[in-house]
T-cell receptor, first 113, second 114 residues
């Protein structure tokens, strides 16, 4: 089983739709969870990060972590064409002693006007 | 504002050439990373460095080396470029001791080896 699994899509939705992006993981030591957005031919940019279980909201974006199920989600409300990008989940054990992030392979999202 | 820059956006090289990719960060981060990104394979860690002159192999170090002579600069070297090294190369940095290990990425260098 891969450490982080992410459905590659592609996912195509109409403008205004609610989008749900998900990752599952196997390492129960992961504590920090991040979502990156990557536009075509650009580097990933950090969108949100959360610690442990729970929800975090930032504008139209909500990140959700369920550690008991080893499942994380990113919800996008009122999706816009400018949200069209690849979304990467990433996670770490944290604590400052483990430098590395473990990434999902990314989900390609297209929001159609 | 966090900034990671990479020396080139696009590079075309010939098989057997020595290739240097440069990365500079202005955030005083201790940790720096080199990844390659390929369709269907995601991000794969080549090398990382947690301090000046310190380096560790990532998941796919073969055919690559790195250099970190100054804190802000991390170089990736392809000793003898091959066609299977055609890829998008991404540099990232992170703060040592930060709990969440968040990494900040540069814009990427798209390398084509002919």
């Amino acid at each position: 089983q891969k450490e982080v699994e992410q459905d590659p899509g592609p996912l195509s939705v109409p403008e205004g739709a609610i989008v749900s992006l998900n990752c599952t993981y196997s390492n129960s030591a992961f504590q920090y969870f991040m979502w990156y957005r990557q536009y075509s031919r650009k580097g990933p940019e950090l969108l949100m990060y959360t610690y442990s279980s729970g929800n975090k909201e930032d504008g139209r974006f909500t990140a959700q972590v369920d550690k008991s199920s080893k499942y994380i989600s990113l919800f996008i409300r009122d999706s816009q064409p400018s949200d069209s990008a690849t979304y990467l989940c990433a996670m770490s054990e944290g604590g400052g002693s483990n430098y590395k992030l473990t990434f999902g392979k990314g989900t390609l999202l297209t929001v159609n006007p | 504002d966090v900034k990671v820059t990479q020396s080139s956006r696009y590079l075309v090289k010939r098989t057997g050439e020595k290739v240097f990719l440069e990365c500079v960060q202005d955030m005083d981060h201790e940790n720096m990373f080199w990844y390659r990104q390929d369709p269907g394979l995601g991000l794969r860690l080549i090398y990382f460095s947690y301090d000046v002159k310190m380096k560790e192999k990532g998941d796919i170090p073969e055919g690559y080396s790195v250099s970190r002579e100054k804190k802000e600069r991390f170089s990736l070297i392809l000793e003898s470029a091959s066609t299977n090294q055609t890829s998008m190369y991404l540099c990232a940095s992170s703060e040592a001791g930060a709990r969440e290990e968040t990494q900040y990425f540069g814009p990427g260098t798209r390398l084509l080896v002919l």
